[in-house]
């Protein structure tokens, strides 16, 4: 297993040929994009045990990379559910200056508790569509209504770069480049 550092390392260095992603699993939900164009995105990164904290749910394998190492251009979260907007990450993911936090209301109301300044974040509301470096990120429909805590606001991903998309419904669950 690559440690946090070799993993970035690999982010930052592999090619992206055009009309392609490339694609790191980072477990649960968590992926990590990286386009032709060199924009890196996280999505719903779960790096920590905060859900052993609420629910006594401890995580099954240790988290492949520290978020306080990662400089990606935006942080993205589906909803607002801790193994999807990792409270314990949040602080360290949006530590670098350049990082945008792209969320439902209610993700982006997390985000901008822990002192992440406003205008570092953009609510994603089902039908928006923001632009980040070289990828297009829209927003669509999600159904997440877990008893204890509803997300009535949760969404989907459809990304795309230079005309070739896929959901993040669709995003295989393994490690490809």
Same mark, same amino acid.
């Given at each position: ?13 592999? @090619? ?11 477990? +649960? ?22 859900? %052993? ?8 394998? @240790? ?17 607002? =559910?801790?193994?999807?907007?990792? @409270? ?11 990082? +945008? #936090? ?22 994603? =509301? ?19 209504? #877990?008893?204890?805590? @509803? ?7 459809? %990304? ?18």
């Amino acid at each position: 297993m690559k440690t946090s550092t070799e993993l970035w390392q690999e982010i930052r260095q592999v @090619p992206v040929r055009p009309g392609t992603v490339a694609l790191w699993w980072l477990y +649960q939900a968590g992926i990590v994009v990286k386009t032709p164009g060199g924009t890196i995105v996280v999505v719903d990164p779960y790096l920590s045990d905060a859900v %052993l904290r609420s629910y006594k749910l401890p995580r099954n394998v @240790p988290a492949p990379i520290d978020p306080a190492e990662a400089e990606v251009d935006a942080l993205l979260a589906t909803h607002s =559910h801790e193994d999807h907007l990792d @409270p314990d990450s949040i602080t360290p993911f949006m530590s670098h200056e350049k990082t +945008q #936090f792209i969320g439902p209301p209610m993700a982006v109301e997390r985000v901008l508790a822990t002192g992440v300044k406003e205008e570092r974040t953009t609510p994603a =509301h089902r039908g928006d569509v923001v632009e980040i470096g070289d990828l297009s990120v829209r927003a669509v429909h999600a159904r997440h209504m #877990f008893g204890l805590e @509803p997300t009535p606001d949760a969404v989907g991903y459809v %990304l795309e770069v230079g005309g070739s998309a896929c959901t993040t419904a669709e995003i295989p669950s393994t490690t490809a480049t």
